[in-house]
């Protein structure tokens, strides 16, 4: 884990209140998918916990929408040029095994972009499976990214891009066909709690939490989720990454 004052190369626009930041960190930092950074925004003690969508030695890009007040100066205040406090990387990641050879990906909403790592780290060596869900057309973005899979599925929920639908209804109707060896995940709860109750159990699956945050180094406690055996797990420093089967979705 490093501290880094990291320096804005980019900040822009790409998708209705969604924005890609490129920072430069001071030296390469190693990063594997699925790790998240913490982004120091100024004027908020807090900082802001994001998925890398990127990483290529110094140069790191993440995605965020505009949610709250943090986002919102994020987007607005930060040029080319500005600097800010970034700790990364964080958390455990995605770990693909080498008999995994038919990966699907499953994402929604913001939970597309930490599957962007992945699939830019293996597509190269593992089939990759994509089903992607966004609200509607103005929110697609990253396609050139997503296509870089053997297969890829863009939903939105109100069918103006792609299939009408969700990710994990586009990965059901494919699943007898494609027959993944693991799924990956990130996206919003009801998501999750959809994929766990269509596959859940019948094949290795993964998925990527999102709490809320204080440190980000499992310091705090205010990330803390519960595991289906009844402990206790902080998401930041023993997540983001849980196994499907071992996180509690519904507490
Ligand atoms: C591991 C991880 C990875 C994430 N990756 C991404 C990503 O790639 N792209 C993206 O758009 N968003 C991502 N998020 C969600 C993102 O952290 C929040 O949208 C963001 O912190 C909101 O900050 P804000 O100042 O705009 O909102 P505010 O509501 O003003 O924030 C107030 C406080 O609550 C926290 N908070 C609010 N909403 C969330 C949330 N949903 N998750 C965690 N903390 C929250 C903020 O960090 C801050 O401390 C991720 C969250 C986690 C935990
Ligand atoms: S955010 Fe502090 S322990 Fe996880």
Known sequence: MVETRATVLENVRIAENIYAL???????????????????????????PIAVCKAEGERVTVCYRVNGRGTETLARGYRRGHTLPVLLPLGNGFYVRGEERRIAVVGGGVGVFPLIS????????????????????AAVCMQYELQRSKELVIATDDGSFGTRGTAVQALMEDFGRVKPDVILSCGPLPMLRALKNAVGGKVPAYVSLEERMGCGVGACLVCVCTLTNGAHARVCKDGPVFDLMEVDLDG
């Open 118 to 137: 992945v699939i830019r780290a293996y597509a190269g060596e593992k089939e990759i499976y994509a089903y992607m869900g966004f609200r509607n057309r």
């Open 22 to 48: 490129t920072f430069a960190t001071e030296q390469p930092v190693p990063i594997r998918p699925g790790q998240f950074c913490m982004l120091g925004v100024a004027g908020f003690p807090l900082r802001r």
